[in-house]
Structure formats: structure tokens, C-alpha cells
């Protein structure tokens, strides 16, 4: 009985003093906490927020000089945005699997998904290419397909494995592609699955590359925007000015 008091005694003793210590211990961490002071042109950064060029293994993603990509674009690959092509806010790209190329004066609106399958089950490239003068609608959802010189895809569309959109056609808005069709040249297709509709006046295939300029021209005061000579140093300042920090 005498040696269970002692031990007991000595148990309660011990998980005393490692309480105190643990306290005594989180007493110096607050009073060092607070003597550190932070310079008053530090600005917090965090390093975990997303990227938009992600190398993958020794496929890099390669942007052309004047081509646009919004900040919150991600490019994962072998992905490759050419000359005069754009790609606006939200998009993804990830060629982890196969290429994606994006054409001359092309543009790939906002979140979009694009990605590239190892291979594609009707024997067709499982790469996917979007050749020159091409508009993308928004929220459309593109896999292993291709896009022949200026066609447009509607919003919202979906193009599955093997498709082929040939040369001056047009994809309405909600279409769904299936596996290995392919839309002829000339012709408007639309529905789930697509189907014909009609075939396009002379007039409305003119007016395909005509609005793929005109986003590409659009895109331009978007991209001056990220330059060095840009309007940001405004908010620079004005964020400066709110934190008392002299300029």
C-alpha cells in the first residue's frame, strides 16, 4: 500500500511539473511571437497558390511571345499556344498524356477543358490540335480531338475522342461530339448527340476568321495589361498608401 502512495505521489509530481513546463515553454513562444515585428513593406505571399506553367517530366509548356494567357490559366505538358492565339480566364490544359496545340489566331475561351488521351480508340491521333482562326466557346470540354482552320465550337460543347471538325464549320452551343464523327466541311451541326442541321451561306464562313480576329484584337488590352509599362503600379501605390508605407 505504502509503495502504490509512493508511486501515485510520484506520477502526480511528474505530470505537474511537465504541465508547468509545457506552459512556462508556450509563455516564452507568445512573448517571442510578440517581440517580433514585421517591416512595414513586407507584403505575405502564398507559395502554394496556383501556377500556370507546370513542367512535367521534360515537357515544358511553351507560350509564343504575342500569344495572350490569362494569370489563372494552367498549362500542364505538352501543351503548346502559338502566335496570336489566346486563352482567357479559368481554362485548363493538361497535355500529361499527348499534345495540345493551339493555332495561329485561335482562341480557347473561358474555362475551358482541354485534355489529350494516350491513345484514341478509332485509330485516329489522339493528340489534340486546334489548327489557325478556330474560336472555342466557353466551358467546353475538349478531348483528343482536332479542329481544321477556322471553325467554331459553341459553348458549353463537348468533343469526345477521334472527332474531326473539318474546315469552315460550325458547332452549336450545348452540342455533344461523339467518339470518332467527324463534321464535313461547310455544314452546321448541333445537339446530344450532334447532327446535321444545314449547310453554312458563303457569307457566315467569311465571318469565321473575321471573329477570330476580333477576339485576338480584344485579347490585346488584356495582354498590354501584364506588361512592365502596365496600369498596376496604380495599385501598387494605392495598396502602398493603405498600409501607411511611404513612396
Wanted: glycine residues 6%.
Amino acid at each position: 500500500m505504502a509503495s502504490l502512495l509512493r508511486f501515485s505521489r510520484k506520477a502526480l509530481s511528474s505530470a505537474l511539473s511537465s504541465q508547468s513546463h509545457s506552459l512556462l515553454s508556450r509563455g516564452y513562444a507568445t512573448d517571442a511571437a510578440k517581440s517580433i515585428t514585421q517591416l512595414p513593406d513586407r507584403v505575405k505571399w502564398d507559395y502554394r497558390g496556383q501556377r500556370r506553367i507546370i513542367p512535367l517530366g521534360q515537357w515544358v509548356p511553351k507560350i509564343a511571345v504575342d500569344a495572350y494567357v490569362a494569370p489563372n490559366v494552367v498549362l500542364a505538358g505538352q501543351v503548346a499556344v502559338l502566335d496570336g492565339s489566346s486563352v482567357w480566364s479559368g481554362s485548363v490544359l493538361r497535355g500529361d498524356l499527348n499534345k495540345i496545340t493551339i493555332g495561329f489566331c485561335s482562341n480557347v475561351q473561358e474555362r475551358c477543358v482541354i485534355h489529350a488521351a494516350w491513345s484514341s480508340p478509332t485509330g485516329l491521333p489522339a493528340e489534340t490540335s486546334i489548327e489557325r482562326f478556330v474560336t472555342v466557346g466557353a466551358y467546353s470540354l475538349l478531348r483528343s480531338c482536332t479542329i481544321e482552320p477556322e471553325c467554331v465550337v459553341g459553348q458549353h460543347s463537348i468533343l469526345m475522342e477521334g472527332s474531326l471538325m473539318e474546315t469552315h464549320s460550325i458547332l452549336e452551343a450545348g452540342s455533344v461530339v461523339p467518339p470518332g464523327r467527324r463534321i464535313p466541311t461547310g455544314e452546321l451541326w448541333a445537339g446530344n448527340p450532334a447532327r446535321f442541321v444545314r449547310t453554312l451561306t458563303h457569307e457566315e464562313t467569311l465571318e469565321i476568321p473575321k471573329l477570330a480576329v476580333a477576339i485576338n484584337d480584344l485579347s490585346k488590352s488584356h495582354f498590354f495589361e501584364f506588361l512592365p509599362y502596365s496600369t498596376v503600379y496604380l495599385e501598387v501605390e494605392k495598396f502602398k498608401k493603405s498600409l501607411g508605407i511611404s513612396m
